[in-house]
């Protein structure tokens, strides 16, 4: 089983007390049988904190309005890293933000969430993929062989696209629509990846699907995004926001991207990760351009957010260009059924579009 991982990954360390907005606070945390058990034995004072904290269902007991882990301190360390060390953490603990998708025994992938701030900061500076020596298979869905060669090597194009620094942002994401389509279509009607090379251009009665981020079609996607159920209470305000000032977010991209020309290859590496996370799980349904649509419009959202920013301070940084993403992230990628609706959406709102007689 081969091992896929971003050349940063190994570089991500937890900035504990530091963190704007911790991920031991407002988050279920479920925890793993081994660490429950590990924790019965533990005495003293902190095994009866450790058995007052624990839910019947495995959980700790979140506490305050706030919801905050029971373990975190008032100078927000963990208290159980404090008196038992890093070992001590629950699996969720030790490895948020990480992520692994399995695709049988043909590929693991590791990754960082970038809903953390320390994680996104590396996912926008960037970087390539490793491919290490196989590993071990582990238990996971066994995905279709050619399928999954199809798709992998379509995502190999595309992120070799946005790596490509003569193309603008908008070529990348043009380049980027048109060969989801061309995938989707391959997927459609069964083609090896091999055939790929050999791809006729769709025709003329077959569209593309348009990516020309109008004003409709973006208040759309804020309608479709303020619908969602809220991870944080002042999401759904800060879309209205957006979608009150649209005309002039849209308006102003152009010069806010021209006195912010490291934001492009910022952008470009955001659309990377979306790609990299969530693209080759349409070997599990054959979804491929909505996945691809969604990460296209991830990055739309997150530019109208950071406009909305510059406008209403006057200045923009790298902070917060972090902030824009990790907000957007938080919302739809760490609720399931919020990503799943987005593409949804995607697939319905280009449907018919990479079809053929």
């Known amino acids: ?64 309005e706030e919801e905050r882990c029971p373990f975190l301190n008032g100078e927000g360390l963990c208290d159980l890293i404090l008196e038992l060390g890093e070992a001590s953490l629950c699996e969720i ?9 399995w695709y049988g025994s043909l590929r693991k992938e590791a990754g960082i969430g970038l809903c953390c701030e320390a994680a996104a900061r590396l996912i926008l500076k960037g970087g390539s993929l490793e491919r290490t020596a196989p590993e071990t298979p582990e238990p996971g869905d066994e995905v279709d062989g ?9 995502r190999d194009r595309m992120l070799a696209v946005l790596a490509e620094e003569r193309l603008s942002l908008e070529e990348k994401e043009r380049e980027i629509c048109r060969m989801a389509e061309e995938t989707q279509r391959a997927v459609d009607e069964g083609w090896r990846w091999d055939d790929m090379e050999t791809v006729p251009a769709a025709g003329a009665e077959v569209p593309r699907p348009d ?26 305000g800060q879309l209205a926001a957006m979608e009150g000032r649209l005309p002039e977010l849209l308006a102003a991209v152009p010069e806010f991207l021209s006195r912010h020309p490291q934001r492009e290859r910022e952008y470009a590496n955001l659309l990377s990760y979306f790609l990299f996370r969530h693209f080759l799980k349409a070997a599990f349904d054959g979804e491929a351009l909505p996945r691809a649509l969604a990460a296209l419009a991830g990055v739309q959202v997150v530019c109208l957010r950071d406009v909305f920013l510059w406008l209403t301070k006057g200045s923009f ?41």
């Open 1 to 64: 089983m081969e091992l896929i991982k971003p050349s940063y990954y190994d570089e991500f360390h937890c900035i504990a007390s530091a963190c704007r907005d911790s991920c031991c606070i407002g988050w279920e945390i479920d925890i793993d049988r081994e660490s429950l058990e590990r924790y019965k034995q533990v005495d003293g004072p902190l095994g009866e904190r450790l058995r007052r904290a624990v839910t019947e269902d495995g959980c700790f007991r979140l506490t305050g």
């Open 93 to 101: 603990c030790r490895e948020h933000p990480r992520y692994y998708e």
């Open 146 to 154: 050619e399928l999954f060669s199809l798709l992998d090597g379509a």
């Open 211 to 236: 990516l020309s981020w109008t004003e409709r079609l973006c208040r759309e996607l804020l309608t479709v995004l303020s619908r969602l159920e809220p991870m944080d209470p002042a999401w759904p």
């Open 317 to 357: 940084s790298f902070e917060d260009g972090v902030e824009s993403a990790r907000r957007y992230s938080k919302e739809l990628e760490y609720c399931e059924e919020n990503l799943e609706a987005l593409e949804r959406w995607c697939g319905e709102r280009w449907n018919g579009r990479y079809e053929t007689n």
